[in-house]
Nanobody
């Protein structure tokens, strides 16, 4: 059982990217999902969370620009990033609490690089 983040890349300021986080394996449920990011020389910070009651939380720096969502049938969740800024440049990590045949706990994806050029 693992989480796989994808969708990062190089984009110009003002552009958009959609990150995906997919859980592989026999998954019974995926809850308490989130995206975090870590820029060079900085600590990892929360970007967005999607909670069990479907409420969402966003860092102030991304409110109104980023949207977290999920696709239940495919055990995938997303981070749609619009109006990207150079300060959004970071490695983005996904995380979720998984209940699976061989796991019951929180996992982290491997990270995907997002680079926003000015």
């Amino acid at each position: 059982v693992q989480l796989q983040a994808s969708g990062g890349g190089l984009v110009q300021a003002g552009g958009s990217l959609r990150l995906s986080c997919a859980a592989s394996g026999v998954i019974y449920s995926m809850n308490d999902m989130g995206w975090y990011r870590q820029a060079p020389g900085k600590q990892r910070e929360l970007v967005a969370t999607l909670n069990d009651d479907n409420s969402t939380n966003y860092a102030d720096s991304v409110k109104g620009r980023f949207t977290i969502s999920r696709e239940n049938a495919k055990n995938v969740f997303y981070l749609l990033m619009n109006s990207l800024k150079p300060e959004d440049t970071a490695v983005y990590f996904c995380t979720a609490f998984l209940i699976a045949r061989t796991l019951n706990g929180r996992l982290w994806g491997q990270g995907t690089q997002v680079t926003v050029s000015s």
